[in-house]
């Protein structure tokens, strides 16, 4: 296979965090050129250098302010998106934590909160609704997306605009 051939990927992180009751910790995206005004796990890249698990603490603790012990994040999904760009998707879960969730880049969003599974904002990112669709139960199947997956599942066509 030529190198032109060769997929190239991005890898974003995203934490699924749930307190207590099993509600789940969401922000709403602003300021960015892909889903601005959607709600969505905090979640980033993976930077050089970085483990996935490394850039899933680091993104909590920058958009959060919590502190997550590597140890305690558990890897509930794998996934390829194939939009405008190839990323691999990585999320994980957590249960414990340390902090109380404040938002910490208010630059990149404009609320924080927890949110009952079956009360989930209308307006959830394409990871929330990957793992909504599967009643939050994972069972190691990672997905593919493409645009025709994409508007299925989102209800809309795809577009890098707010």
């Known amino acids: 296979m030529s190198d032109e051939m060769r ?3 991005r890898v974003a992180v995203f934490v699924l965090l749930r307190d207590g009751d099993g509600r789940i910790l969401l922000h709403q995206r602003a300021g960015t050129n892909f889903l601005s005004g959607y709600y969505d796990f905090p979640s980033g ?3 050089f250098g970085e483990s996935f698990i490394e850039a899933a603490a680091r ?3 920058e ?3 919590l502190e997550v012990n590597p140890s305690d994040l558990e890897l509930v999904y794998l996934g390829i998106n194939n939009l405008d760009q190839s990323y691999i998707n990585v999320i994980f879960e957590a249960t414990k934590w340390q902090g ?3 938002i910490g880049e ?3 969003c404009t609320d924080l909160r927890f949110f ?3 009360d989930l904002p209308e307006k959830c990112s394409l990871a929330v609704r990957t793992l909504a669709q599967q009643n939050f139960s994972f069972n190691g199947a990672g997905t593919y997306i493409d645009t025709a997956a994409y508007e299925a599942l989102m209800g809309e066509p795809f577009s890098m605009k707010g």
């Open 45 to 47: 890249h993976v930077e």
């Open 59 to 61: 993104e909590v603790a």
């Open 100 to 102: 109380t969730p404040k």
């Open 63 to 65: 958009e959060a302010c």
């Open 116 to 118: 009952a599974v079956d």
């Open 7 to 9: 997929p190239s990927f």
């Open 106 to 108: 208010p630059h990149k």
